[in-house]
T-cell receptor
Framework: AQKVTQAQTEISVVEKEDVTLDCVYE???????LFWYKQPPSGELVFLIR??????QNEISGRYSWNFQKSTSSFNFTITASQVVDSAVYFC?????????????FGQGTTLQVKP | KAGVTQTPRYLIKTRGQQVTLSCSPI?????VSWYQQTPGQGLQFLFE???????NKGNFPGRFSGRQFSNSRSEMNVSTLELGDSALYLC????????????FGPGTRLLVL
C-alpha cells in the first residue's frame, strides 16, 4: 500500500539555522512521483517541487534543496539559512505513475517554526 | 494565469444541513481533485473528476458527492452534515492527472455546529 511518513511533527529553529524535513514513502510501483507542498497559515497548499522516481538527481532552488534516495525511499527537504517566512506546515506527497487520477497520498505534515 | 479559486471561503452550518462547495480550476486544467483536511486525519483524498466523470473516489461515505461541469468547474456536496465534517476542504487542479503537479486553491473552511 502507498504510504508517506513524516516522522517530525514539529520543528523549531532560530532564524539562519539550516533545517531538514524528513519524508519516507512506501510504494510497490517502480514509477512514481513525489511532491513537496508548503501550507502557510492562510491554508492554501503551495507547490514546491515534483520529482519522478527515475530522477535521483538532487535539486537546489535558492535556499531550498531536496535529497531523493531511492535506496532508502526518502525524499528529504532542506532549508538553508531559514527565515521567519519559512514558518509553515510542510507536506510530502506521493502519486503512483499507473494512477491516471488525481489522487495524492500525503504525509501528516511537519510544522516548522522559525524564530527571529 | 489565474489560480484555483474556491467559494465560499468560510461556511458555518448546523448538523443535518447540506452544503455545496465550488471550485474553479486553472484555465486549461481538466482534472479537479478534492481533499479534506482535519487535525486528526490530515489531508485525505475525497474524489477526482476529469471530463465530467469521476475517476477515483476516496474512502468517504456516500454523503460526500461531487460533479464536474463541461467548463471543468467542480462542485462538491455534503448532505446530512455531521460535526466531524468540520474541516478545510481543498480543491486542486492539474492538466490531466496526479502524475502532474496539482495546484491547490485557498480552501473552504466548513464549521458544523
Amino acid at each position: 500500500a502507498q504510504k508517506v511518513t513524516q516522522a517530525q511533527t514539529e520543528i523549531s529553529v532560530v532564524e539562519k539555522e539550516d533545517v531538514t524535513l524528513d519524508c519516507v514513502y512506501e510504494t510497490r510501483d517502480t514509477t512514481y512521483y513525489l511532491f513537496w507542498y508548503k501550507q502557510p497559515p492562510s491554508g492554501e497548499l503551495v507547490f514546491l517541487i515534483r520529482r519522478n522516481s527515475f530522477d535521483e538527481q538532487n535539486e537546489i532552488s535558492g535556499r531550498y534543496s531536496w535529497n531523493f534516495q531511492k535506496s532508502t525511499s526518502s525524499f528529504n527537504f532542506t532549508i538553508t539559512a531559514s527565515q521567519v517566512v519559512d514558518s509553515a506546515v510542510y507536506f510530502c506527497a506521493l502519486s503512483e505513475a499507473y494512477s491516471n487520477t488525481g489522487k495524492l497520498i500525503f504525509g501528516q505534515g511537519t510544522t516548522l517554526q522559525v524564530k527571529p | 494565469k489565474a489560480g484555483v479559486t474556491q467559494t465560499p471561503r468560510y461556511l458555518i452550518k448546523t448538523r443535518g444541513q447540506q452544503v455545496t462547495l465550488s471550485c474553479s480550476p486553472i484555465s486549461g486544467h481538466r482534472s479537479v481533485s478534492w481533499y479534506q483536511q482535519t487535525p486528526g486525519q490530515g489531508l485525505q483524498f475525497l474524489f477526482e473528476y476529469f471530463s465530467e466523470t469521476q475517476r477515483n473516489k476516496g474512502n468517504f461515505p456516500g454523503r460526500f458527492s461531487g460533479r464536474q461541469f463541461s467548463n471543468s468547474r467542480s462542485e462538491m456536496n455534503v448532505s446530512t452534515l455531521e460535526l466531524g465534517d468540520s474541516a478545510l476542504y481543498l480543491c486542486a487542479s492539474s492538466l490531466q492527472d496526479s502524475r502532474e503537479t496539482q495546484y491547490f486553491g485557498p480552501g473552504t473552511r466548513l464549521l458544523v455546529l
